[in-house]
């Protein structure tokens, strides 16, 4: 039976350790932290994401602040509001909920934040500075996936990591990460993609297996090397014979599980850890901007 890597549990740990961190920031005479976040249109995951976000940050004591706009907002309305919270020291992080309606030019809006305030890790000074090596904001679930492997006693160091994914915001960060001469890093790092060939021959080389290509169940049993570890990022919606629908990861969780070491599930695995990982960036970011 694989150990079963609990990203809710792991999650609830580390809320309280930010809570008492923020307890003993506000006994010191500083302010609490201050979240931002802009949603732009009706998106329901959007809005449901946001409103998660917005819990999380009042169960730790962030000041967290929703704004609104709607689906015809232009690129102006949107830079024109992260410039003002750039400008306001309350203001510690700011998150744009992505993606942006069609119009709205994502990069741009990225750019306009300000990089100390940057707590999603997606501005390109930030991405310099994780490719390099220098401190500075990693993207929540990257870290998050990290501090799972570390709560869970498993090190990357020495082992075959392989990434199944490319995006900007898991797969190319998070191979980086583990390539690394860091803690939790030091690993010899290969990254796959849906058009990668013999996909089942590199994957089941691996000692710890990453899934981050959004697509449900493409890790299969003949994927996966017995006793390996596999971290499922994917979170994937799909229909049922009844009508209604169920989240899934990129792993067949059923037929992957009793070969593994370890393994995470979905949901309760990744997306907790990521969620807790933008609240220490927002801790973080006050601590450096120390206002």
């Known amino acids: 039976m694989a150990q079963l890597i609990d990203g809710n549990a792991m999650a609830a740990v580390i809320r ?17 932290p201050g979240l931002n976040l802009l949603l732009v249109g009706d998106d329901p995951a959007s809005e449901v994401y946001v409103r998660f976000k917005a819990k999380d940050c009042a169960a730790v004591g962030i000041s967290s602040t929703i704004t609104r706009l709607p689906a015809t907002a232009s690129l102006a309305d949107v830079t024109a509001i992260v410039e003002a919270w750039n400008a306001d020291p309350a203001v510690h992080g700011i998150l ?24 999603d890790g997606f501005h390109p000074a930030n991405v310099g500075n994780l490719m390099i090596g220098v401190e500075g904001f990693i993207p929540c679930t990257p870290l998050g996936v990290l501090e799972m492997l570390k709560r869970s006693n498993i090190d990357p160091s020495g082992a075959h990591a392989v990434v199944v994914g490319r995006s900007n915001i898991v797969g190319k960060p998070l191979a980086m990460l583990l390539a690394q001469k860091r803690p939790q890093g030091n690993a010899t790092v290969t990254i796959c993609h849906t058009g990668t060939r013999n996909l089942a021959e590199i994957t089941s080389s691996a000692d ?10 493409i890790i299969t049993e003949q994927h996966v090397r017995r006793d390996s570890v596999v971290i499922d990022v994917g979170i994937n919606r799909v229909l049922q014979e009844d009508g209604t629908s169920r989240l899934v990861g990129d792993v067949d969780f059923a037929a992957v599980e009793p070969l593994v070491r370890a393994i995470t599930p979905v949901p309760g695995g990744v997306g907790p850890m990521t969620r ?16």
């Not at 309280?16 to 609490?32: P, S, Y």
């Not at 710890?208 to 169940?217: F, K, N, P």
């Not at 807790?276 to 206002?291: D, F, G, K």
């Open 208 to 217: 710890i297996l990453i899934a981050a290509v959004g697509r449900a169940g």
């Open 96 to 119: 744009v909920q992505m993606p942006l309606p069609s119009h709205i030019d994502e990069i741009a809006v990225i750019r306009t934040i300000d990089p100390r305030k940057d707590v």
């Open 276 to 291: 807790a990982m933008l609240l220490r960036n927002t801790v973080w970011s006050a601590e450096r901007l120390q206002v």
């Open 16 to 32: 309280q350790e930010i809570a008492t961190q923020i307890t003993q920031r506000l006994e010191g005479d500083f302010a609490a």
